[in-house]
């Protein structure tokens, strides 16, 4: 059971996520498998139908915290190791309130790990929507970034020096489609772990005698979760690549946040996050507009992956029943599944609002005087004189302009025209064409319809077609 109440929390976890595990949202979805499988033993003649009415009826009757004692329940589970073993206490005590008889069937055939693995699944469930949803808004706001700014020309980075032109839809062209393959991986994880946990107390059912395999499917059917092909109490593979899978995402979203963040440097200039009363001031400077949703993506993609680490970590389980590797998952998921929720909220936010600033890009792509042109002037050049010639050339043209303050275009303009060997290959229209960034995006705005059909032929992008 999971308490993550620190005073900053908030601002980095999903709200909606933290209170599934909330003590009393954890215990809710334990008396809920507890129902589930007093039902299902009834079906199948287990346990008397008058015990599992009167087990289901108290474990539906109201909000956990009014039933059980959670503050006791922590306590206990100190010395018994897990929660699972005082809540079944005090729900046997719970339910002998109202019929000692039926008492006697409380939890019969199953073992603690049982209930709160199970539990988890159920919880994780309602994650997977919960983040599905927000990839949803993330990769919508991208694919109308795409749409938007297909032929909006910027400056291409490397080593985070410019590089060649590209497009800004060329670039949210590449979250959009990150950001999917997640969404695909997210949901298949999910879909592998909707599994329930129902084993006993070493994985053979050998608590309910020839009845188990039968209980096992009701039980299944009774939770909406599939039918393993045998408990995995100490197989958690399907939970480790959960929370992989997670790790990738809030990495992803950790890239486009530094993206973002670089883009918005007040010497670049090119985004800025949305505006609003309150959001990313100083407390002191009150001219600052700081980039605060991108902080909480990154803070969340720092804090992910050693937590993924421990889930890896955590693989290593002793036989039929682990000893330190299990407990040892119990609060990090669901912080890894709370900081990934709180990240994608920010990143929405940041997406839908993002402000674009096409002249100041096109002011930055300015900055050399066509030196990020170069490879364009050198491949044009090296048609006619080689290659190597052609760069060594381009080469000198580029420290001359630097130094002498001229455009790489008139410096080579001169460097052509002071050797025979070289004049005339290149007209000026020639190079005031090259020197033309609109001309030397290459596939960028193909990208982006490429992209962005996948995107809507996938069926996620069905709703913005």
């Not at 096992?216 to 197989?235: F, I, K, N, S, Y």
């Amino acid at each position: 059971m999971s308490h993550l109440s620190g005073i900053t929390e908030a601002i980095y976890s999903d709200d909606e996520i933290l209170s599934l595990f909330s003590g009393a949202a954890t215990i809710s979805q334990m008396l809920a498998v507890e129902a589930a499988l007093a039902r299902a033993q009834a079906q199948c003649g287990v346990i008397p139908s008058s015990a599992a009415a009167v087990i289901d009826e108290v474990c539906r009757g109201g909000e956990a915290s009014d039933m059980l004692d959670l503050d006791g329940l922590a306590t206990a589970a100190v010395a018994a190791g897990n929660i699972a073993i005082p809540f079944v206490k005090q729900l046997t005590a719970a339910v002998a309130r109202a019929d000692a008889e039926a008492a006697r069937y409380v939890h019969w055939g199953a073992t603690s790990q049982d209930i709160l693995d199970t539990a988890l699944v159920l919880q994780m469930r309602q994650v997977a929507a919960r983040l599905d949803a927000g990839l949803a808004r993330a990769t919508l706001a991208c694919a109308r970034l795409t749409g938007a700014h297909r032929d909006t020309i910027m400056v291409g980075r490397t080593w985070l020096q410019h590089a060649l032109p590209t497009t800004f839809g060329a670039k949210t062209a590449g979250w959009l489609e990150a950001l999917e393959r997640s969404r695909l991986r997210v949901r298949q994880d999910a879909l592998q772990i909707a599994l329930l946990q129902f084993g006993g107390a070493a994985g053979t059912l050998a608590s309910l005698g020839p009845a188990g395999a039968e209980v096992t499917r009701a039980l299944a059917a009774e939770l909406d979760l599939g039918v393993p092909a045998m408990p995995w109490h100490t197989h958690r593979d399907r939970l480790a690549s959960l929370a992989a899978s997670l790790g990738v995402l809030t990495g992803t979203m950790g890239k486009i946040a530094r993206d973002l963040s670089l883009m918005a440097q007040s010497e670049v200039g090119e985004v800025s996050e949305p505006s609003g009363p309150g959001r990313g001031g100083s407390s002191t400077m009150p001219h600052k507009r700081n980039p605060v949703g991108c902080a909480a993506i990154l803070a969340a993609a720092v804090r992910v992956p050693p937590l993924v680490s421990t889930m890896l970590s955590g693989m290593i389980q002793e036989h039929e029943r682990a000893l330190g590797g299990w407990q040892a998952e119990w609060d990090v998921l669901p912080q890894i599944a709370a900081l990934t929720g709180g990240a994608l909220r920010h990143l929405g936010s940041v997406l839908d609002g993002l402000q674009v600033y096409p002249d100041r890009m096109a002011k930055n792509l300015a900055l050399t005087d066509g030196l990020i042109l170069g490879e364009a002037y050198m491949l044009a050049l090296g048609a006619r004189l080689g290659r190597l010639p052609a760069h060594a050339l381009v080469e000198r043209a580029s420290r001359d302009a630097v130094a002498n303050g001229l455009s790489l275009r008139d410096a080579l303009r001169e460097a052509l025209e002071s050797d025979a060997a070289t004049r005339g290959t290149l007209s000026d229209d020639d190079l005031d064409r090259l020197g033309n960034p609109a001309n030397y995006v290459g596939e960028a705005p193909a990208i982006c319809d490429s992209v962005l059909a996948a995107w809507k032929a996938s069926g996620n992008g069905a709703k913005a077609a």
